[in-house]
């Protein structure tokens, strides 16, 4: 395993956030973590970003374990989040939100502006994104574009984890098939995939092993042969809830 958590636990004052979780992610796989609102998904990635410590339990990056300081920390060990806001510069071009915060330069410090331009066409051509103008404004792209170009932003930057923070909540059924794609072809370079949904139609295509949480806790770790889609779906909804409420709405 690249990244791993070992019954984790987070705790916000009188609010236990996360209760004894444990997953596991390897190179070249996608693990989706769903849960509803409040299953304590948030806490766990900003726990494997860097941005929370957690209280107890342990989190191990190839095998050794760490307590991130920060998520620079956690991004020089190759864990990197792509957010739901992206963390891009709507009026910026393509190549330039592609290399904010990392630009090439020349000789005396100057930005290569060339290089960038090359290099960014190259890679998204790489993932297979087929952008028209990697000069135009990133805000005139899809939402599934640009949730594309953040993904292959953070695989050009040598992502060992690429941690995906619900990229596909508010994308239409087209725009959200173009992300599962990108997700897959990131799986497929080596790269070790955690993609956070609530929705398992869109988790199912793509997860190879699926932990569900409800309340903080773990219900489970599930591989793909271990589960149906109607059976996660059950799962992370509360089937007995969901028959419940089937009954109560049934007409008389």
């Known amino acids: 395993m690249i990244l791993e958590t070992r019954a984790i636990s987070k705790r916000f004052g009188s609010v236990l956030a996360l209760r004894e979780v444990s997953m596991g992610v390897a190179a070249g796989e996608v693990v ?48 990197a989040t792509v957010y739901q806001d992206l963390a891009m510069i709507p009026l910026m071009s393509v190549w330039r939100n592609f290399f904010l915060g990392a630009e090439p330069r020349k000789s005396f410090g100057r930005f290569d502006v060339a290089a960038a331009r090359r290099v960014a066409r190259a890679e998204l051509q ?61 799986r497929d ?10 929705n398992p139609h869109h988790a199912y295509p793509v997860g190879d092993r ?13 591989g793909k042969a271990d589960i149906t889609r109607e059976e996660l779906t059950a799962l992370m909804a509360g089937g007995a809830e969901l028959k419940e409420l089937e009954h109560e709405l049934r007409r008389e």
Request: charge should be positive; proline fraction near 2%.
């Open 32 to 79: 989706c973590v769903l849960g509803d609102n409040g299953a304590g998904k948030s806490t766990l990635i900003k726990i494997l970003s860097g941005v929370h410590r957690h209280d107890s339990g342990e989190l191990l990056v190839e095998g050794a374990a760490v307590s991130f300081s920060g998520p620079r920390e956690a991004l020089e060990r190759g864990i």
């Open 126 to 186: 790489a993932m297979g994104i087929d952008i028209r103008d990697v000069d135009q404004p990133v805000g005139t792209l899809s939402g599934g574009e640009r949730q594309s170009v953040a993904i292959a932003r953070a695989v050009h930057r040598g992502a060992k984890v690429l941690i995906l923070d619900e990229p596909t909540s508010a994308l239409g059924v087209k725009q959200a098939g173009v992300v599962l794609r990108y997700i897959a072809r990131a």
């Open 189 to 198: 370079r080596g790269v070790a995939v955690v993609f956070i949904t609530h």
């Open 210 to 222: 699926f932990l569900l949480l409800k309340r903080g806790a773990g219900l489970g770790v599930y």
